[in-house]
């Protein structure tokens, strides 16, 4: 994918986030209370690009806000929502991960903290599949988790995200 190929360059900062961790991010960005001006989101993900020229800026800048929209209009018209997840290989195995967007989802929601602290504890029970899988992205200990709990947390991920958006956006 050109646009995260972009994000893990040295074009971008080293904290920049990969295109799953973006995903993440935009979604807890999108479901959360307040709207976030692009120019703080778009330097949240990548932070100072340097851009070969125009046309890279323009192009980056477009595929970035364009998955904005894409999450934002899913969400908006209540279609299933699933999250961008990347494959990787361990020990010649392919496996779907999922815990890059769940750290992208976290960052966004530890971004508007303030704003995020009055959500009601069943709500923020909703908060607990990215949570739990954004874990196994820590350098800590990591946390036991086998792969059918692994997979339980994955299950309840659209679910969580629907029912936040639903929370923060019901009078709309």
Not at 61 to 80: Q, S
Not at 106 to 114: H, N, P, R
Not at 118 to 142: F, H, I, R
Request: net charge negative.
């Amino acid at each position: 994918m050109e646009l995260d190929d972009f994000l893990l360059s040295e074009a971008c900062d080293d904290d920049a986030l990969s295109v799953d961790e973006a995903h993440g991010f935009l979604t807890a960005l999108i479901v959360g209370p307040e709207p976030v001006a692009s120019e703080a989101w778009l330097r949240a993900v990548w932070g100072e690009p340097r851009f070969a020229d125009e046309e890279q800026a323009k192009q980056m800048t477009d595929k970035l806000v364009r998955l904005y929209d894409n999450i934002e209009a899913t969400l908006r018209e209540g279609h299933p929502f699933e999250p961008l997840v990347v494959e990787e290989e361990e020990e010649g195995e392919t496996f779907e991960a999922y815990e890059g967007w769940c750290f992208g989802f976290m960052l966004g929601v530890e971004e508007q903290e303030a704003q995020w602290n009055p959500l009601p504890k069943d709500p923020q029970a909703l908060l607990a599949p990215m949570g739990q899988l954004a874990l196994l992205t820590s350098d800590e200990e990591e946390p036991d988790m086998d792969e059918a709990e692994y997979e339980a947390w994955v299950e309840l991920l659209p679910g969580a995200v629907a029912g936040l958006y639903a929370f923060w956006h019901r009078d709309m």
